[in-house]
């Protein structure tokens, strides 16, 4: 008993700690620099403070969910994994960085790594659990937006650093060393799993044909791909430095949204998704373009909210009828991933007509910063929805108590 509450204590100590410490974001030209000149040593000494700051900034906004959401089994589930990791990592802190200890410190990060491996598919869980339990108001929903945004860029960027490490400095069959991150056979010019020419036309192709499949399964029939650079049809490779894997996820993501509009609008003769890749100065734009029927402004924003977006998974028995695209976290996380290094992912709908996607990423790569979250004062306040009042005539929706009120606070009351 003792003991365990020593331990209790200690690790308490070490996440204030830790949280005192603000992340240090790198770009993908940093990733790139630092793969080249690989030293293992270096990368143990950076992630062994690094990891543990990332996790305790996140840990901390865990713990300002509101009541309802954290005592969810699946919220408490994550928690735990969360602690369990952290409290693994800093057991490094003043370990010698030995073969011996470099080596157990890399199969620590696998480790972490699949214990993590569920983690969104856990929090919808909990999130699922919430809305059967209780109403939930728009400012606890508001909270959670926040958060879900917040805690899944944080995991991204954390898998970032482990993969990196993972990739560079972990055994790997010999002869294997680079094909091995995700599939794309690439003579080997990776750099972990960053590619500083990733071929953004071999990945709308790929992306396009993986939910095309999915598509013929479910419809019987798909639109095609017309495929533009400037505005021209053109198939020659466009190279970027990027995660292949991250560009993929947003563009398969972004497929089969346009390929259901598509198909559930036209049952004969579905018109072609275009796709157009702009190189810019300072964006590269890869716009897909559908002509599915578009959807109205108040649907298009709710797409990004994670609370519309939970529902529960299909049931085994109707798997083989799943649709092709629908409720999950699909277009947040793609979001995300667009947003980690600077893009940005947005929609623009014609209603009646169809869609517009359009995916950012920087040109350069020393701009392509991580965004990560801070755990700060600031943060904190976005955990305690207070009341508000609309100072727009119409209704309010993010704390919205006031939805359509003829009351006035006292020009001293602070309710912000
Ligand atoms: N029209 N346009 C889109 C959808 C409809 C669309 C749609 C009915 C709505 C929900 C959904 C999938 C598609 C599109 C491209 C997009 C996003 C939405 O990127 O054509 O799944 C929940």
């Not at 995660?243 to 497929?255: A, R």
């Amino acid at each position: 008993m003792r003991l365990a509450g020593t331990i209790f204590s200690n690790v308490t100590k070490m996440l204030d700690f830790y949280s005192q410490f603000n992340p240090s974001p790198l770009s993908i030209k940093q990733f790139i620099d630092f793969g080249l000149n690989a030293c293992e040593k270096k990368s143990y000494i950076f992630l062994r403070k690094e990891l543990p700051v990332r996790l305790a900034n996140i840990m901390k906004e865990i713990a300002l969910l509101p009541e309802n959401l954290l005592r969810m089994p699946s919220v408490g589930l994550v928690n735990q994994w969360y602690e369990r990791s952290f409290e693994e990592i800093i057991r490094f802190e003043k370990m010698e960085p030995e073969q011996k200890v470099l080596t157990e410190f890399c199969s620590r990060l696998v480790h972490i790594r699949n214990r993590h491996a569920d983690v969104v598919q856990t929090m919808a869980q909990g999130v699922l659990e919430l809305k059967e339990s209780h109403e939930v108001d728009c400012g606890v929903e508001h909270s959670i937006q926040y958060f879900l945004d917040r805690f899944y860029m944080s995991r991204i960027s954390i898998r970032m650093l482990i993969n990196q490490h993972t990739i560079l400095f972990g055994e790997q069959p010999v002869g294997a060393k680079q094909s091995s991150v995700n599939g794309m056979g690439n003579g080997g010019r990776h750099i972990g799993c960053i590619d500083p020419a990733c071929d953004v036309v071999g990945v709308v192709q790929d992306a396009y044909e993986n939910a095309r499949f999915l598509c013929d399964r479910y419809y019987l029939a798909s639109p095609e791909l017309e495929l533009l650079q400037c505005g021209v049809p053109d198939l020659r490779p466009m190279p970027v430095v990027y995660v292949p894997s991250h560009l993929y996820h947003m563009l398969f993501e972004l497929f089969k949204n346009a390929m259901r509009a598509v198909m559930e609008r036209h049952e004969s003769c579905p018109p072609p998704i275009t796709v157009n890749i702009v190189p810019g100065k300072e964006d590269v734009s890869v716009k897909m373009s559908d002509r599915g029927g578009g959807i109205p402004r108040s649907v298009s924003d709710l797409l990004f909210k994670y609370m519309y977006s939970t529902a529960p998974q299909p049931s085994k028995s109707d798997e083989h009828t799943v649709p092709l695209a629908g409720y999950g976290y699909g277009l947040p996380i793609s979001r995300l991933y667009a947003r980690y290094f600077h893009g940005d992912l947005c929609l623009l709908s014609c209603e009646g007509h169809g869609t517009d996607a359009v995916i950012y990423l920087k040109a350069l790569s020393n701009e392509a910063n991580e965004l990560l979250p801070i755990f700060n004062k600031t943060s904190t306040k976005f955990y305690r929805p207070s009341a508000q009042l609309a100072d727009w005539s119409g209704s309010l929706n993010t704390a919205g108590v006031a939805k359509n009120s003829r009351e006035k606070l006292s020009p001293l009351s602070n309710s912000l």
